[in-house]
């Protein structure tokens, strides 16, 4: 299986912050990456596909790069609906794989 | 507007099977990925599997031997089922939508709590 690392796994920020949160695969898968939001007692949501496309209806403050095994995702300016748990998601191969999670925090 | 709905016992025994549908609805079943994703109270998400409306499946080597799946495009429908079940197989599970073979999951079920106690 390919082993997915998000970091930070918890990150305390204000409001206006800008954020990265990055992710690290076992090998390579490409730019089959994508990342999702989950708010609590909700299900995930995409965001950002093959690792820099931005999914329909997501604000443009969310943005990702990266290839290979390391990827970021961005958040130029945190908004207060934008604290929730943040996942990675590899879709290069089966068994899909996500990151353990980073859970972002009002400072 | 595609909506998924996962429908179930929320509690099943220990050794017992866990069995679980998703309707979709707003289009048709046909021609996409259909997945089981859990996720235990306060942790992550943990794949299940995925099968193809043709039948073809993949599962998590993890679970593979307890898992089987299976896709009813007259309903519109695919299922879960989950034998031998512990108290680690308590979770919220969810179904979803692969739009394409390396594809994210693009819909979600609103997830359904299933408890292994007896």
């Known amino acids: 299986d390919i082993q997915m690392t998000q970091s930070p796994s918890s990150l305390s920020a204000s409001v206006g912050d800008r954020v990265t949160i990055t992710c690290r695969a076992s090998?390579?898968?490409?730019?089959?990456l994508n990342w999702y939001q989950q708010k609590p007692g909700k299900a995930p949501k995409l965001l950002i596909y093959?690792?820099?496309s931005l999914q329909s209806g997501v604000p443009s403050s969310f943005s990702g790069s990266g290839s290979g095994t390391d990827f970021t995702l961005t958040i130029s300016s945190l908004q207060p609906e934008d604290f929730a748990t943040y996942y990675c998601?590899?879709?290069?191969?089966?068994?899909?794989?996500f990151g353990q999670g980073t859970k972002l925090e009002i400072k | 507007q595609v909506q998924l709905q996962e429908s179930g016992p929320g509690l099943v025994k220990p050794s017992e099977t866990l069995s679980l549908n998703c309707t979709v609805s707003?289009?048709?079943?046909?021609?996409?990925?259909w997945s089981w994703i859990r996720q235990p109270a306060g942790k992550g998400l943990e794949w299940i599997g995925r099968?193809?409306?043709?039948?073809?499946?993949n599962y998590n080597p993890s679970l593979k031997s307890r898992v089987t799946m299976s896709v009813d495009t007259s309903k519109n429908q695919f299922s879960l089922k989950l034998t031998s079940v512990t108290a680690a197989d308590t979770a919220v599970y969810y179904c979803?939508?692969?739009?394409?073979?390396?594809?994210?999951?693009?819909?979600w079920g609103q997830g359904t709590l299933v408890t292994v106690s007896s």
């Open positions: 998601q590899q879709s290069y191969t089966t068994p899909r794989t």
């Open positions: 099968i193809y409306t043709s039948g073809n499946v």
């Open positions: 090998q390579s898968i490409s730019s089959y």
């Open positions: 979803a939508r692969e739009n394409g073979a390396a594809r994210p999951v693009d819909y």
């Open positions: 707003g289009d048709s079943i046909s021609s996409y990925y």
């Open positions: 093959a690792a820099s």
